[in-house]
Every structure is written in structure tokens, then in C-alpha cells.
Nanobody, 123 residues
Framework: QVQLVESGGGLVQAGGSLTVACAAS????????MGWFRQSPGKEREFVAA????????YYADSVKGRFTISRDVAQSTVYLQMNSLKPEDTARYYC????????????????WGQGTQVTVSS
């Protein structure tokens, strides 16, 4: 099993930047694809980005492509989501997740989830 703990959420003005982190234990990178999802009240959880467990490939939702970057630090066993040019519509609770699939873009494909961290973007 994998334990995931997110951190780094907070308040930021539109156009600003923020990085959220996900500390994983034990290190899951050899066996799991790591993903970021987000959810706002009244809406379904949506895919944001993923780092494949093989090949080092990254994937992004069209809504964040070019603005967000997912990365991982193997030594620190931590996955990051760098968010730039933030918009009010990016406001959501951001969740880190781990999937045994090579690439998972739907929440049902992920076995492990963190508690989430809130990101609020003001206009």
C-alpha cells in the first residue's frame, strides 16, 4: 500500500504561480503512475496531470496544458505540480493519486489517494 500526503495549497492571485507537493511512502515510482486530480463543490473529480510509471512520460488535461508541469523527485519520494498563469477556474481541491496502470486519466483507475490540498485563485 502507498500513503500519499499533499501540501502547498493556498491563496494566489490570478496570473500567479503555486506549487503543490505529494509525499509518497513507500516510494511508488517503479510500480505506479502518479496523477493529480482536482475537484470543486458540485463537480466531479477531473484529471489534471500524470507521470507514467514507465518511460518518464507526462500527460496533461487540455485545460492546463502549457501552464502546469508535473515532476518527481525520486530521492525525496515526492511528486510536484507546478502551476503557472493561474486562473480563477483553477480553484479546487487538488488530490494526488497512484495507479498501477501505465497511464490513468480517470479517477476510477487509481488505487491510492491523498487527503487533498486546497488551491484558491482570486480574480
Amino acid at each position: 500500500q502507498v500513503q500519499l500526503v499533499e501540501s502547498g495549497g493556498g491563496l494566489v492571485q490570478a496570473g500567479g504561480s503555486l506549487t503543490v507537493a505529494c509525499a509518497a511512502s513507500p516510494n511508488p515510482f517503479e510500480d505506479y503512475t502518479m496523477g493529480w486530480f482536482r475537484q470543486s463543490p458540485g463537480k466531479e473529480r477531473e484529471f489534471v496531470a500524470a507521470f507514467s510509471r514507465t518511460g518518464g512520460h507526462t500527460y496533461y488535461a487540455d485545460s492546463v496544458k502549457g501552464r502546469f508541469t508535473i515532476s518527481r523527485d525520486v530521492a525525496q519520494s515526492t511528486v510536484y505540480l507546478q502551476m503557472n498563469s493561474l486562473k480563477p477556474e483553477d480553484t479546487a481541491r487538488y488530490y494526488c493519486a497512484a495507479s498501477s496502470r501505465v497511464l490513468g486519466a480517470s479517477s476510477s483507475e487509481y488505487e491510492y489517494w491523498g487527503q487533498g490540498t486546497q488551491v484558491t485563485v482570486s480574480s
